[in-house]
């Protein structure tokens, strides 16, 4: 595994006074987000970003880190799959930020390279179905990047007009990266996966400059609020629901859960309503924010990293997102 956070922390009291619409204490009320990272200073006369860093800069950090992790060789890696959904605008069609990011990583000729344009979910998708192909295929080696930085495009006018002020409150910029390897069966890894989407909500809008009325300006992302809140418990639950029909197994045998990031209210309500002991739930959209796809691999990483997940314990990973994208999967470490 393999994470990178930017340095910039933005603390509640310096982004209500750029944003300008809700306090601190409300926002640690009803999100319990404390702090967050961005990528990109924000000017808090103009409210728009500069010193803009680039969203692959942070994929291939955490990439790199993953790697190191998994003490293989690069050119042993067969397969990319790049999560993201805030690419710059001429890098979003072709997967040409997983393909460049294979450039820069210097992967070997026969690595395939896929981008998906998802949110919060992608990363459920991204891993069930690099497992699929691991195990029905000979790339045994496959790298799983998300990336989000909706930072650099923050512009504070476009979001009080189009009523998205709390997105900018929510999210937070980072990457997280996760090597899969085939190995013997014996009892270990991915025990099963489900992952599906949703047509009856979107749960999020992106709103760019050729939409109409706003002809010029940064894209906007626009939760829908009191959509995301119903579709959380109801779809992460769907998701554990129909993994465990796939994979037997019990809540109280999992040691660890990594649930998406929505935000800590979420979280701690659908962990209360399934039966998930707190001190067992991975939390930290308190300091972060909300990575989007990349949340539960940062959490992930710094688990392992921090000793708390350790062999022979089993995790549960749940996320939904804008699509609706949603899914889950168990592992045995």
């Known amino acids: 595994t393999g994470s990178y956070l930017p340095e910039h922390v933005i603390d509640n009291e310096t982004i209500t006074q750029i944003i300008g619409i809700k306090d601190s204490d409300w926002l640690v009320r009803r999100t319990g987000v404390e702090t967050r990272r961005f990528a990109s200073l924000i000017d808090p006369e103009t409210g728009k970003a500069f010193s803009k860093v680039d969203e692959l800069d942070m994929a291939e950090a955490a990439a ?14 067969r397969g990319i799959w790049y999560v993201t959904c805030t690419a710059p605008p001429d890098q979003i069609r072709f997967s040409q930020m997983a393909i460049r990011l294979k450039g820069r990583l210097g992967l070997n000729e026969d690595c395939y390279a896929c981008q998906i344009d998802s949110g919060c979910g992608g ?13 029905g295929d000979t790339k045994e080696t496959v790298l799983i990047v998300a990336s989000n930085a909706t930072s650099p495009w923050l512009d504070v006018k476009l979001y009080r007009e189009t009523g998205a002020w709390l997105s900018p409150y929510l999210f937070g910029d980072g990457a997280g990266a996760m090597v899969l390897q085939k190995t013997p069966k014996n009892g270990r890894g991915i025990q099963g996966t489900y992952y599906s989407a949703d047509a009856s909500h979107p749960l999020m809008y992106f709103r760019d400059k050729s939409a109409q009325p706003f002809e010029f300006g940064s894209p906007v992302f626009d939760i829908d609020v009191h959509a995301v809140s119903d579709a959380y418990a109801a779809f992460m639950g769907k998701a554990i629901q129909k993994l465990a029909v796939k994979c037997p197994f019990n809540i109280e045998e999992v040691d660890r859960f990594y649930f998406h990031q929505a935000n800590r209210r979420l979280i701690e309500h659908f962990a209360t309503a399934l039966g998930a002991p707190l001190d067992r739930v991975a939390i930290n959209v308190h300091r972060y924010g909300n990575l989007s796809a990349a949340s539960t691999l940062v959490l992930l990483d710094e688990d392992r990293r921090n000793g708390v997940i350790n062999e022979g314990q089993t995790a549960l990973f749940c996320a939904v997102g804008a699509g609706i994208h949603y899914g889950a999967f168990l592992v045995r470490f």
């Not at 790199?64 to 293989?72: K, L, Q, V």
């Open 64 to 77: 790199r880190a993953a790697i190191e992790n998994a003490s293989i060789d690069p050119d042993d890696i």
């Open 123 to 135: 990363i459920m998708i991204a891993t069930s179905m690099a497992h699929d192909m691991i195990l």
